[in-house]
Each structure stands twice: as C-alpha cells, then as structure tokens.
Nanobody
Framework: QVQVVESGGGLVQAGGSLRLSCAAS????????MGWYRQAPGKQRELVAQ???????RYADSVKGRFTISRDSAKNMLYLQMNSLKPEDTAVYSC????????????????WGQGTQVTVSS
C-alpha cells in the first residue's frame, strides 16, 4: 500500500519560516509529479506549488518568491520551504503525488496525504 505522509506544520509568527516535508512510501515504481496544496477555512483547496520528475516547477502567484518546492526523487521525498509567511498563508497543507506503484500489477494513481496545519499569527 502506498502512503503519503506530511510533517513540519505548526504555529509561526508573520515573517517567519517553516519547512514542510512529505514522504511517499510503499511499492512505488516512479513518481511523475508531486505537489503541495492548501485549504483555508471556508475556501476551496488551491495549488501552492508543483514539481515534476525532471524538476520543472510552478507556483501560485501568491507564494512566488517566498516559497520553494524541492524533491529528493531517490528517497521519494517532497519539501516546501516557506519564508516570509503571512497570516493569509494559514491553511491545511496537503501533499499530492501522481505515481506508479506495484500492487500485483503496475498502476498509476493519485495519492493524498492527510494534511498538516500551518498557522501564521499576525
């Protein structure tokens, strides 16, 4: 079974930094795209940042220049370095992985972690 688990959330003051980590485990053959999404109370989930297997990245306009996404493909790890945090960054951050795993046969599926809370106080 594939598992996707986030860590690193918490409470930080505005202007501070946090680093989120995401670990994908199980019978993973390859991971095409990994990304961070967030959902604030009363709002729709939105893409924060995404990175492909070859390292191409894209960011939401609201986080460009402040957040950096990276991945360690050898370890199936994903990271999000968040700097200059603002109260409006407060949300549950979830990791998403588009990957191929072996479960008797090879199959491609999309997996979500359970999410980690990030709270930025003003």
């Amino acid at each position: 079974q594939v598992q996707v688990v986030e860590s690193g959330g918490g409470l930080v003051q505005a202007g501070g930094s946090l680093r989120l980590s995401c670990a994908a485990s199980g019978s993973i053959f390859s991971i095409a795209v990994m990304g961070w999404y967030r959902q604030a109370p009363g709002k729709q989930r939105e893409l924060v940042a995404q990175i492909t297997r070859v390292g191409s990245t894209r960011y939401a306009d609201s986080v460009k220049g402040r957040f950096t996404i990276s991945r360690d493909s050898a370890k199936n790890m994903l990271y999000l370095q968040m700097n200059s945090l603002k109260p409006e960054d407060t949300a549950v951050y979830s990791c998403n992985a588009d990957l191929t795993a072996f479960n008797g046969v090879y199959g491609k599926n999309n997996y979500w972690g359970q999410g980690t809370q990030v709270t930025v106080s003003s």
